[in-house]
């Protein structure tokens, strides 16, 4: 037989009104067998959904009936049938078999429960990944993050950016700041990339003005939160001739394009997780650094000098605080100390203790850093230098700032996070489908 044969629709593709009296062939899995004596129902759930498969006893050749009853759940079957309408059906159809074909037959128990009926924990779904994709809500966030991704790759290719790719096996420390995992490249030691950073900037030196780069960063942070991963997608954006103003308006415009499009395009999915979700208001409110240091103070949880980085309790502060004001959570922390953001950001020309370093928040938590950069190799060297960092390692950055680099600026929003916020998952490794964490390395 073709595989061709197996499926002429999806279970939602099928019409009852064009389809009814008609012959189709469905596949997919067992989602349930439910024998009543005189009438038997198999469900076969697709990637779309359900058909209802209803053999009457009197009305149905024994032989399909007693394959009927024995499927075992979780097993793929393909099942050719004659669409009759059906009102209480899922679809408003139910599906009167002639053939059953079994394709590959599921062993029981099953690893974890597909009905939704019971909850099971994060590492037992993760552990079956498989079968936990199975469950509707799971395939959902997926689906979700594909709009998302979808979304942004037509905004930015809308917005004149062109897509790229960086290397993610490199040869020195990207940005110092969180460490590397160190790998073997032949005789040498490599690492793996922490972010596209010092490569999307070559590329302003190379005249390509505008890139964007959907990729993994890979971090070696050893701490285990709800919120961070050691690979991560991230996606990246580098324009010339920009300064750290022009391109916060590009990342708030495509965050709430992202919006717009998953509501147009995912209402189904949206419903299956239960999220009604309203478009960020434009423009986010800008907070600068010393009014976010404020605002910490006032509250009673936590006390900051004017340098302090802001940890989770404070930016949770000035979240909260934003929120009350302006009901959003969206919004921007910009003026920073020059010295707690990295070396590539440019400092303020007439007050360079603050920098042009920003970054986009939601009320839970960081979503995204970026900065106008510097162009001036001189100025750089002496930043990478106070910064700790030893220039003669960055060479090939360096060297590309020498022959024509334009001023340039740009960003970095993580894939996760922008989705764990738009769908109020508590645990990022909700929205990647195998996450790398401190613990878990397969599957
Ligand atoms: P930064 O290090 O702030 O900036 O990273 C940008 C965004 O990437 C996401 N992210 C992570 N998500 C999950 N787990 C992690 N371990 C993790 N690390 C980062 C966050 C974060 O806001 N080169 C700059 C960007 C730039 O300036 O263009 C950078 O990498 O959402």
């Known amino acids: 037989m073709s ?15 064009e389809l009814g009296d008609q012959k189709v062939t469905v596949a997919g899995w067992v989602h349930e067998v439910r024998d009543l004596g005189g009438i038997c129902f198999v469900v076969l759930r697709d990637r779309e959904g359900r058909t209802q498969v209803t053999m009457v006893k009197k009305k149905t050749e024994p032989e399909l009936l007693e394959k009927a009853r024995k499927l075992v759940r979780e097993s793929v079957v393909s099942i050719t049938g004659t669409v009759k309408p059906e009102a209480k059906a899922p679809n408003g ?4 078999p002639e053939e059953i074909t079994i394709l590959n037959e599921a062993d029981s128990p099953l690893p974890m429960d597909t009905t939704g009926k019971v909850e099971a924990e994060l590492d037992t779904r993760l552990d ?36 790229a790719t960086s290397p993610k096996v490199v040869a020195t420390a990207t940005e110092g700041g969180t460490s590397l995992f160190p790998i073997t490249y032949f005789d040498r030691e490599a690492f793996l990339n922490q972010s ?64 717009e499009q ?43 000098n004017w340098g302090d980085d802001l940890g989770t309790v404070a930016e949770h502060t000035i979240g909260e605080h934003v929120f009350r004001e302006t009901g959003e959570s969206h919004y921007f922390i910009i003026d920073w100390p020059t010295a707690i953001k990295p070396f590539y950001a440019m400092p303020y020309e007439d007050n360079p203790i603050l920098s042009k370093g920003f970054d986009m928040m939601h009320r839970t938590m960081e979503l995204s850093s970026g900065a106008q950069r510097i162009h001036i190799p001189e100025l750089l060297v002496s930043r990478i230098e106070s910064q700790g960092l030893d220039p003669e390692g960055f060479e090939f950055y360096l060297k590309a700032f020498r022959y024509g680099m334009p001023p340039h600026a740009g960003w970095g929003i993580g894939c996760e996070r922008l989705v764990m916020t738009m769908l109020g998952v508590e645990n990022i490794r909700d929205v990647v489908l195998f996450p790398r964490d401190r613990r878990r390395l397969s599957p």
Do not use: W
């Open 128 to 163: 079956a990944r498989f079968i936990d994709l199975r469950r509707e809500r799971t395939t959902a966030i997926f689906r979700i993050r594909h709009e998302v991704l979808r979304a942004v790759r037509s905004f930015l290719t809308e917005n004149g950016f062109i897509e």
């Open 3 to 17: 595989l061709a044969n197996l499926r002429t629709h999806y279970t939602s593709q099928i019409n009852p009104e």
């Open 262 to 304: 998953v509501i147009a395009n995912a209402a189904d999915s949206l419903a299956a997780i239960g999220v009604e979700l309203k478009v960020p208001v434009l423009p986010f409110k800008r907070v600068t650094y010393d009014e976010a240091i404020d605002i910490v103070n006032a509250s009673s949880e936590e006390k900051l």
């Open 196 to 259: 596209p950073q010092l490569f999307k900037q070559i590329l302003m030196s190379g005249g390509l003005d505008r890139v964007f780069e959907i990729g993994p960063i890979f971090r070696a942070e050893e701490h285990d939160t709800r919120r961070h991963l050691n690979e991560a997608t991230s996606i990246d954006i580098e324009a010339s001739f920009c300064d750290h103003f022009d391109v916060m308006e590009i990342l708030e415009n495509m965050v709430a394009y992202i919006y």
């Open 93 to 96: 159809y139910e599906l009167i």
